[in-house]
């Protein structure tokens, strides 16, 4: 069974830091692309960063360029998203995809929550 799921999201104070884990199974983890994505209440869900099949290339949401760093690890079939110098802003619930190099479908996770708030 495909499944992506992801942990670490808390509650953590503005300035703070958290480090988000997006753990696969069920499908070949190098050969996917993996972005995160989050969405605010009221708002569109939207792309946070992005890396490719073997880490070599990044992409980030201008909003958090300089603050958040994705990063995988093949070897253990897991995304790492890691969240520094944390605004109110950055509330949301934020989910892990995954697609193919080639092809069209795409996998996501559950969600896990992050709080930014004094």
């Known amino acids: 069974q495909v499944q992506l799921v992801e942990s670490g999201g808390g509650l953590v104070q503005p300035g703070g830091s958290l480090r988000l884990s997006c753990a696969a199974s069920?499908?070949?983890?190098?050969?996917?692309?993996l972005s995160w994505y989050r969405q605010a209440p009221g708002k569109e869900r939207e792309l946070v960063a992005r890396i490719s099949m073997y880490g070599g290339s990044t992409e980030y949401a201008d909003s958090v360029k300089g603050r958040f760093t994705m990063s995988r690890d093949n070897g253990k079939n897991t995304v790492y998203l890691q969240m520094n110098s944390l605004k109110p802003e950055d509330t949301a619930v934020y989910y892990c995809?995954?697609?193919?190099?080639?092809?069209?479908?795409?996998?996501w996770g559950q969600g896990t929550q992050v709080l930014v708030s004094s």
């Open positions: 995809n995954a697609r193919p190099g080639i092809g069209s479908w795409n996998y």
């Open positions: 069920g499908f070949t983890f190098n050969n996917y692309v």
